[in-house]
């Protein structure tokens, strides 16, 4: 599927807000509200949009504490990898893990009430994950940038919508 104007648009809004309704996306795109729901079908569909979710305030729930995690392996075969990943799956505070090139392996966020709360999990949940030869965390500080579509992915099809705008 290769994505025009209009659905980038789509994209643009669904991902500022992704309950905007079909009829909220319509105004702003300028198509009835069935052509709106049924591109965004086709862009699901595509694959364009994988779902949807709420964005929580994870400090409510007493979350305040965001760890980044290294994670380095006694082995980088395919076995080791596959076990590693499988657990790490399972570990209830982790909410991001990335596979990494580099000196890490990998670099796992978790989120904690607070450093104790990390030992705990240090303890119970990292400690214990297979084929682990070195953990080292950081903790954040301040989150600065939080952005779940950088604005770079949206930014040629405005310009070329400016320049259409403008001619």
Known sequence: MKLDAIDITILAELSGNARASQVDLAGRVGLSSTAIARRQKALEEAGFIRGYQAVLDLTRFGLATTVLVRVTLDS????????????????????????????????????????????????????????????????????????????????????????????
């Open 76 to 167: 980088q075969n395919d076995a080791a990898l596959k076990s590693f990943e499988a657990a790490v799956i399972n570990c209830p505070s982790v909410v991001r893990c990335f596979l990494m090139s580099g000196s890490d392996d990998y670099i796992v966020i978790v989120m904690a009430r607070d450093i104790e709360d990390f030992e705990r999990i240090h303890r119970t949940e990292l400690s214990r994950l297979p084929r682990v030869a070195r953990i080292q965390s950081s903790f954040a500080m301040r989150e600065v940038v939080n952005r779940a579509v950088p604005p770079v992915v949206f930014a040629g099809s405005r310009k070329a919508r400016a320049g259409h705008a403008a001619g």
